[in-house]
């Protein structure tokens, strides 16, 4: 996550300039609040509208417009933002930064600016490998500039090589790597499982509940914003992967378990999943028909507790290990049961009785259980959760440390 942090994005003419309104939605999604510069030749590929939309502010794009003058200056602009993006950056602007021309708004404000600038380069190949753009190349990198791509494969304009500009994702990763350099958990690593698991009866059936992954992913999210490289094992889910945290993607218990297992060591481990606590035995190796009478019971047995392994790893084990205990009543005794049944630090407690709205919902009331100690925390989003949780563990690492 890019939570609170500001980002001025150049959006100069060439066609990848169509992927602008993605990269755009992309880094607000992951909490920027996003400024556009589109310059006269960006605008012939995306219109201000759709920029405006998304940003929901104005989309600045002349150096003599009074009215944009007025709205915020063009040195301000420049100067008010945490992170410049150029993206798409075609060999003109790159040219220019190079000389340190000003002659329009975007190449003013960069001249201008004292902030961090990652460039996104987006050009025909021969344009790319020309020694003018190797030249102007070096001599963005020289001034600490941050290149993202091109890559390589098919161009708009038939050709193939390199010169396609980086997916948003992968600019948005950059940008999340960019941020969380100096956090508080950086050189810290954290398993984070998420989500439910499946467990099959046959080929099409399976057993699961009713978990979104909403507050793991969220965790996750927050996790990598502090800094910390994330490692997220989630089961089937509607999540999107959040960006800068790499995600193993698992069905059941026992995939999970092994891909947490194959994680370690870790400096934190949080186990949000809500794991299926029993498999069928003997899964049918074909769908399964039904044939007018009852079908006999299933034959149930138990899977492994991903929390209570991690607990119970002698050495291996994550140096601050977090549970949750989603409960329907008794929350914080049931919460007390499993910090010493399981091994762990500390329990996140809430209720996810029918009428909690917890499964599913956007709202959690957390009870953060230790040994000797219990914190309610007042009702929260997920997101507000995970951010608490992520700055409570960079509190207590920090301490420990
Ligand atoms: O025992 P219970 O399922 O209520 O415990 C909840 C906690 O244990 C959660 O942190 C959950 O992620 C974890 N758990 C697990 N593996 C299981 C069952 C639960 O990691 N098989």
Not at 158 to 176: K, L
Not at 214 to 234: M, R
Not at 254 to 260: I, V
Not at 389 to 396: P, Q, V
Request: aromatic share 4%.
């Amino acid at each position: 996550m890019i939570i609170d942090k500001r980002i001025l994005l150049v959006v100069t003419g060439g066609i990848a300039a169509y992927k602008t309104p993605e990269l755009v939605r992309q880094l607000t999604k992951a909490g920027a609040r996003v400024r556009v510069i589109l310059t006269k030749g960006g605008a012939q590929f995306v219109t201000p509208m759709t920029l405006e939309a998304l940003t929901q502010d104005t989309v600045y794009q002349d150096l003599f417009s009074l009215t944009d003058e007025n709205s915020m200056g063009h040195i301000e602009l420049s100067r008010d933002a945490d992170l410049v993006i150029v993206a798409p950056a075609t060999a003109d602007i790159m040219a220019k930064m190079a000389a340190g021309m000003a002659d329009d708004l975007a190449t003013t404000a960069l001249l201008a600016t004292d902030k961090p600038v990652i460039i996104a380069p987006a050009m025909n190949v021969r344009m790319w490998e020309h020694p003018a753009t190797r030249d102007n190349l070096k001599t963005l990198i020289s001034r600490d500039i941050t290149i993202i791509g091109p890559d390589e494969g098919d161009m708009a304009c038939g050709e193939y090589g390199m010169g396609r500009m980086s997916a948003p994702e992968e600019i948005v990763e950059t940008a999340v790597r960019f941020f969380s350099a100096s956090g508080r958990l950086s050189g810290k690593r954290a398993i984070v499982t998420s989500g439910p698991t499946h467990e099959a009866i046959d080929p099409v059936r399976y057993i699961a509940n009713h978990s979104s992954g909403k507050q793991g992913h969220a965790i996750a999210s927050a996790l990598a914003a502090q800094g910390c490289e994330v490692t997220l094992v989630s089961g089937p889910t509607n999540q999107s992967n959040p960006a800068g945290v790499h995600v193993v993607p698992v069905r059941t218990a026992r995939e999970m378990l092994a891909a947490c297992v194959a994680s370690l060591p870790a400096d934190i481990a949080v186990c949000a999943a809500a794991v299926a606590d029993w498999r069928v035995s003997d899964e049918a190796s074909q769908k399964m028909k039904k044939d007018g009478k009852s079908l006999a019971p299933l034959e149930l047995c138990e899977n492994p507790d991903i929390l209570k392994t991690l607990g119970n790893s002698g050495t291996q084990r994550p140096g601050l290990l977090v549970g949750f205990a989603a409960e329907t009543e008794n929350i914080i005794d049931n919460a007390r049961v499993k910090l010493s049944t399981k091994n762990c630090d500390w329990v996140l407690a809430n209720d996810v009785s029918s009428d909690a709205g917890t499964f599913g919902g956007e709202h959690n009331t957390i009870h953060l259980v230790q040994q000797d100690d219990v914190e309610d925390w007042p009702r929260l989003t997920k997101d507000a959760v995970a951010e608490k949780l992520a700055s409570r563990i960079a509190d207590t690492l920090e301490e420990t440390s």
